[in-house]
């Protein structure tokens, strides 16, 4: 079936980011500077937890950036947990905490979340951060939205004055996205839909998009017929369809029906290999962020 769109790559993006932080990570050092320092806290052993947990420990590795993963038992208190990411805000020698999400049921993540020092929220999660956000001052951008602007930049694709969709308004992912798209700034400029689960007529807000971005969680939920000719498509989703004929028993699939929409987008994201290695890359860039006090001067 023909196909038009251009893919974009996530994975070549990833690895020029990567660059980057790694070439300023080495002149941190050589200038007699401590290493940039990122804590991961596990609790419990979600897998694919541990999966994304391995992919960021090797991107620490890949670009200099020290790291340690914390794990805690799946029953541990809020109390013990909060505790512990105290006595990482009181480290000086850690930059970055990172809790990887979720939590146990008995866990509340924003609680949790707004225990870590601000100051050293690499994921752009706290309400400070998602709030400075809000308001177009210098922050920790969330990763996956700040990943997409990424490559938005890197393959020039206009945003200005165009209408981005985005559909799921999840706090890390939809919302921060919508935020960066609706903002009068660098970035943004955009005239901004945000779509969820409670939407009518999903196709009456994608039809119309010049940029969709698709982070629901719902394979295929985008198809060929709710999208316009020379639609910009990034999609976010990465959901786990079990998969007999894989070795590790499953695949990953997105949000959108690649090749439906492939046919008029001008630009597609391909899963895997499009958003989520940027994602990864923009941990590290948050981390060296922290690690230089870019975004809070001391
Ligand atoms: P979430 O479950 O927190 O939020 C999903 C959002 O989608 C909600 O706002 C919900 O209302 C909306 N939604 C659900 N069904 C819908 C439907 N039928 N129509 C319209 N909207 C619908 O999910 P999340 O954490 O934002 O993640 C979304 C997807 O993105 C997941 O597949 C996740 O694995 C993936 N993800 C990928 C990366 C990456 O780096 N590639 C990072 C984060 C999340």
């Known amino acids: 079936m023909a196909s038009q769109a251009k893919l974009i790559d996530g994975r070549k993006v990833s690895e020029i980011i990567r660059a980057e932080v790694r070439e300023d990570v080495q002149a941190m050092v050589e200038a007699g500077q401590r290493r940039p320092f990122l804590e991961v806290v596990q609790v419990g052993s979600d897998p694919a937890s541990t999966v994304y947990i391995g992919a960021k420990t090797r991107a620490c590795e890949d670009v200099g950036i020290g790291t340690h993963t914390t794990r805690l038992q799946d029953t541990v208190s809020a109390q013990e947990l909060k505790d512990e990411i105290r006595r990482l805000n009181e480290d000086d020698d850690v930059d970055g905490i990172l809790v ?3 939590l146990p049921s008995h866990l509340s993540a924003l609680d949790v979340i707004e225990t ?4 050293k929220d690499v994921d752009g999660f706290h309400p400070m951060n998602v709030g400075r956000l809000a308001i177009g001052q210098p922050t920790f ?13 890197h393959y020039s694709i206009p945003v200005k004055g165009k209408h981005a969709v985005v559909v799921g308004a999840s706090n890390i992912v939809g919302s921060p996205a919508a935020i960066m798209f609706s903002r009068e700034n660098d970035s943004g400029k955009a005239t901004t839909t945000i779509c969820h689960k409670y939407t009518q007529d999903l196709t009456k807000y994608t039809i119309s998009a010049d940029i969709l971005v698709v982070a629901a969680g719902v394979p295929g939920l985008i198809r060929g017929e709710m999208v316009k000719e020379g639609v ?3 999609d976010v989703g990465m959901t786990r369809v079990a998969d007999e004929s894989t070795e590790k028993g499953y695949h990953l699939a997105g949000d959108v029906d690649q090749e439906s929409v492939a046919e008029k ?4 994201t391909p899963v895997p290999g499009g958003v989520g290695p940027m994602t990864v890359a ?3 860039k948050n981390t060296l962020l922290a690690a230089k006090k870019s975004v809070y001067p001391a």
Request: proline share 7%; glycine share 4%; charged share 15%.
């Open 100 to 102: 990887q999400l979720p």
């Open 116 to 119: 870590i020092d601000h100051r």
């Open 141 to 153: 951008r969330s990763c996956t939205p700040a990943g997409i602007f990424e490559l938005l930049r």
């Open 232 to 234: 910009v498509v990034i």
């Open 265 to 268: 987008a001008s630009w597609i």
């Open 282 to 284: 923009m941990l590290m």
